[in-house]
């Protein structure tokens, strides 16, 4: 065997071919899938991995968040931003625990994000050793797929896997665990993107017979309603649903974490479903005679009463996840495909028409809403600052460009029914998992993500504290992430259902808070705390025109019930505009 | 309405696929009632039998979310009419109790069972067969004294006549001719 050592990088030449550490090879695969950011945090068993990381700097740019949770969800946001999966590193034991929330909201939001978690030296596992955890156990419930690995020609294979299972089909969070020993010792480096699993099969053949049966409904249809979900942005359908729209003339609802997928302003978009959302599409839903939903789950905040929910409606389910159709809502037609190719298939097969009278029943609707909850929320002209209020301003003042990220309550579905979008993956949130304490790693992953946009970050006071050490993260990389905390002195949403049912009995949910401006002060980050109606535009624009980061603490009026609601158990037809 | 359903699940040999079973299983709240692992037809591919009761809406969905995982290559539901299916008992009965006349003879005989062991102490008895059927030869042998009994899950063969390599080489022929034709985007 013929061994020759270089000075500059200590490769070492076996047989001629180069040989490089696991930690080396983990860097060189991310390189090789196009990887650029990083975010993480450091620890004994992932030391080999950073100390390599150094020999990469201006290739991989590594993010140090000041917890794991809040790198999770920054790579995850970044990816929501860029459409390119997420990185991920922590280390082993309390670091890859400190992950699990960030995984899972990323599982139930579709997102992919590859998490690379450092495990003890292979020889220990099962001994409960220093920072031992089988996070391989813990993280299984919550990942698209996982795998550990021992050994370090095992590397470029398991990683190309990982990338390939995250990005194809519906997208998700995987976890590689890889052993210290596997990080140290040496390998030869190859590596071959993955394009073929034999078990796993995200390209499924055009069910063509079934788009067809659906074009034809859709041709008969006298009320259709397109629901549009996060599908159409993760299979970048934006365009396609636009056309098809246009071209059949129907009207389009969106869930949560469809919007932006539609343009806000478009004349077909009837607004946002389920239980915050608005008036037309909930009540409309149960008269809707035709149902296309496409990428999108029917989850219960979305449908209300399942036993009450659209009964007069065909249903047709264009899904890329087979396990999603029929789960919640029994379907008439189901379509297991990509949305886009679905898309592309059905427009030249359905016909150009328009359905004014149903549109104008979403009209009506939104007059009624306008009156009743809309005008008060976006237009006060006494009492203490509305939350909607600033969203509306900001929204006017960002002409619908930024990209909105919010944290999670009733500033998040503030910013949900106010913001209006122009921009496909503008809307960062929490959807499925509802995860307080997202917004503002969020935020930072999106800026860093999308540098060329203005980033707002819509917080209430109880989240921003679950995440507050992140600010240490947008002081060191001095990330221009503008904050708005939309501040009620309480956990908003939980008073709000104390309120309504629960007597008003406010138990745990009020809090006494510190002072944000000048914490942000003490992290570098001007700021500004506002509770006269008469300044907030100023305010917004002094945050706007600010080139580094910026804290707006808006004190908003203290009880605020965000309306409409599908009450829990209600039906959608019975959502409510007062209480 | 509950009824009894036979899975077969055909995965890749990787470990920690049971575990992701049944964390299917366990969110819906269904248990198993037996379960049976071993190599497949197929070399390198693994094959579970599994039985549950729970209702044919149910089991629907958690098919799909078994097919779902990522190493798992395919899943069969089949109600019982649809497979030939087998479980295996073993008897340990004390030898005193069922020495006296011709009882052993007997109930091996009608109950098709295997005599495996004689000693002083213990006859040890082999039955192949249905539940129901292992279930009666258990109770005719309690008067006698059982010291020991044990139970196979279900082992099964499908009727169908489409077998899984087919399923296989049609999966695989779908996703090269995609594979080569279609970028991936993202």
Redesign the interface.
């Known amino acids: 065997m013929k061994i020759e050592k270089e000075t500059e990088h200590a490769i070492v030449h076996v047989n001629g071919q180069e040989q490089i550490t696991g930690a080396e090879a983990l860097l060189q695969c991310l390189l090789e899938e196009g990887v650029d950011t990083i975010f993480g945090y450091p620890g004994g068993a992932i030391m080999p991995v950073y100390d390599k990381l150094l020999d990469f700097t201006g290739r991989l740019n590594h993010y140090l968040t000041r917890h794991e949770q809040g790198a999770a969800h920054a790579a995850q946001a970044y990816s929501m931003v860029t459409g390119k999966p997420g990185i991920c590193f922590a280390t082993s034991g309390p670091g890859a625990t400190n992950l699990v929330t960030g995984i899972a909201n990323a599982f139930l939001d579709s997102v992919p994000v590859v998490f690379i978690t450092a495990q003890v030296t292979s020889g220990l596992i099962g001994t409960d050793a220093f920072q031992e955890t089988d996070i391989i156990g813990v993280s299984m419930p919550v990942t698209k797929w996982n795998c550990q690995v021992k050994k370090p020609q095992d590397i470029p294979d398991t990683i190309a896997k990982a990338f390939y299972i995250a990005k194809t089909g519906r997208p998700g969070p995987v976890l590689i665990d890889i052993t210290k020993d596997a990080q140290l010792e040496k390998l030869c480096f190859k590596y071959k993107k993955c394009d073929y699993i034999r078990s796993y099969n995200p390209l499924i053949p055009l069910h063509i017979k079934a788009i067809e049966s659906a074009a034809i409904m859709i041709n008969h249809a006298e009320k259709p309603l397109i629901l549009a979900g996060h599908g159409v942005l993760l299979s970048r359908a934006e365009k396609e649903l636009k056309a098809f729209a246009e071209k059949t003339g129907i009207p389009v609802a969106s869930t949560l974490m469809g919007l932006s997928a539609f343009p806000s302003d478009h004349r077909l978009f009837t607004g946002m479903l389920g239980m915050h959302g608005n008036y037309g599409p909930n009540l409309l839903t149960n008269e809707a005679d035709l149902i296309i939903a496409i990428g999108m789950r029917f989850d219960d905040r979305v449908t209300g009463n399942l036993k009450k929910y659209a009964k007069k409606a065909t249903i047709i389910h264009i899904e890329i996840d087979e396990a999603e159709i029929n789960k919640n809502v029994l379907v008439d037609v189901e379509i297991n495909n990509d949305a886009k190719e679905v898309l592309k298939y059905l427009i030249p097969l359905v016909k150009e028409n328009s359905f004014e009278k149903w549109i104008r029943e979403f009209r009506i609707c939104d007059k009624t809403e306008y009156e009743k909850v809309i005008k008060e929320e976006t237009k006060p002209e006494e009492g203490d600052i509305k939350m909607g209020e600033v969203v509306k301003l900001v929204s006017d003042l960002t002409k619908g460009e930024a990209i909105i990220v919010t944290d999670v309550g009733q500033n998040q579905m503030y910013a949900a029914r106010y913001y209006k979008f122009s921009n496909p993956n503008s809307l960062v949130t929490s959807g499925g998992m509802g995860t307080m304490g997202f917004g503002l790693p969020a935020g930072i992953g999106a800026k860093v993500g999308r540098p060329d946009k203005p980033v707002i970050a819509f917080l209430g006071d109880g989240g921003f504290q679950m995440t507050i050490q992140e600010l240490g993260t947008i002081l060191q990389y001095k990330v221009p992430l503008k904050i708005i905390i939309l501040n009620n002195n309480y956990l908003g949403m939980v008073r709000q259902w104390q309120d309504m049912f629960f007597d008003k009995r406010y138990a745990s949910t009020e809090l006494v808070n510190p002072d944000f401006v000048m914490i942000a002060k003490a992290f570098g980050i001007p700021g500004k705390k506002v509770v006269m109606r008469k300044e907030l535009k100023t305010a917004l624009d002094e945050m706007m025109a600010a080139k580094g980061p910026y804290l707006l603490d808006v004190i908003v009026e203290k009880e605020g019930n965000v309306f409409p609601m599908v009450e829990p158990g209600s039906s959608v037809s019975e959502v409510r505009l007062t209480y | 309405m509950k009824q009894e359903f036979t899975i077969s699940l055909f995965?890749?040999d990787h470990i920690?696929i049971l575990?992701?079973i049944t964390?299917i299983l366990t969110?819906r709240q269904i248990n198993v009632e037996s379960i049976t692992a071993s190599e497949s037809a197929v070399k390198g591919v693994q094959l579970l039998t599994i039985v549950v009761r729970t209702t044919s809406e149910m089991i629907?969905?958690v098919a799909?979310?078994m097919?779902?995982l990522?190493?798992?290559?395919k899943v069969f539901v089949h109600t019982s009419d649809q497979i030939i299916y087998q479980e295996i008992a073993l008897f340990k009965v004390t030898t005193k109790g069922l020495m006296s006349g011709n009882i052993i003879d007997n109930i091996v005989r009608n109950h098709h069972a295997r005599i495996l062991e004689v000693s002083p102490e213990y006859v040890v008895l082999e039955k192949t067969g249905h539940k129901t059927e292992i279930t009666d030869l258990l109770s005719q042998l309690e008067p006698y004294g059982v010291l020991q009994f044990a139970r196979s899950g279900r082992v099964a063969i499908t009727k169908q006549v489409k077998e899984l390599n087919v399923y296989?080489k049609e999966?695989?022929e779908?996703?090269?001719v995609?594979?080569e034709t279609?970028e991936?985007?993202?």
């Open positions: 995965t890749e920690g575990n992701q964390i969110r629907q969905k799909r979310q097919e779902k990522v190493d798992v290559l296989l999966m695989d779908a996703n090269r995609r594979s279609i991936i985007t993202y």
